[in-house]
C-alpha cells in the first residue's frame, strides 16, 4: 500500500533565516531513495494575519512503507533530518497509508 511521510515543521523564531536553510533541505529531500513524488507547502496565517501552529509541510510519497521506512534510513534521510533540527525549528513526522479515492 502506497505511504506518504508528512513533515509538520513549526513556526521558526527567525522566518527568513529558516526558508533560507529550508531550500537546501528540501533539494536532500529529493534524493531520498524510492521517493515517487514531493509536495511541499508554506500554511497560509490566518485570516487576522496571526500565525497558524505550523510553518511549512512536506508530504514525501513511497510505493510502500518498507520503502519508505528504508528511505529514511539513509544518509540523505539523516541530513535532512539534523539540517531541519539544526534550524532550531521543531517538526513533526507522521507515516500514512494513502487511501484510494
Known amino acids: 500500500m502506497s505511504t506518504k511521510i508528512t513533515i509538520i515543521i513549526d513556526n521558526p523564531t527567525d522566518p527568513a533565516a529558516f526558508e533560507a536553510a529550508y531550500q537546501e533541505l528540501e ?9 515517487r513524488r514531493l509536495e ?11 500565525p497558524t501552529p505550523a510553518h511549512r509541510t512536506l508530504d514525501l510519497y513511497f510505493d510502500s512503507y518498507e520503502d519508505a521506512s528504508a528511505a529514511v534510513a539513509t544518509p540523505a534521510a539523516g541530513e535532512f533530518f539534523q539540517g531541519l533540527g539544526g534550524t532550531g525549528t521543531t ?4 507515516f500514512s497509508e494513502i487511501a484510494a479515492a
Open 27 to 35: 533539494g536532500v529531500a529529493r534524493r531520498l531513495p524510492g521517493l
Open 40 to 50: 511541499a507547502a508554506k500554511v497560509w496565517p490566518k485570516e487576522d494575519g496571526t
Open 91 to 94: 517538526f513533526t513526522g507522521l
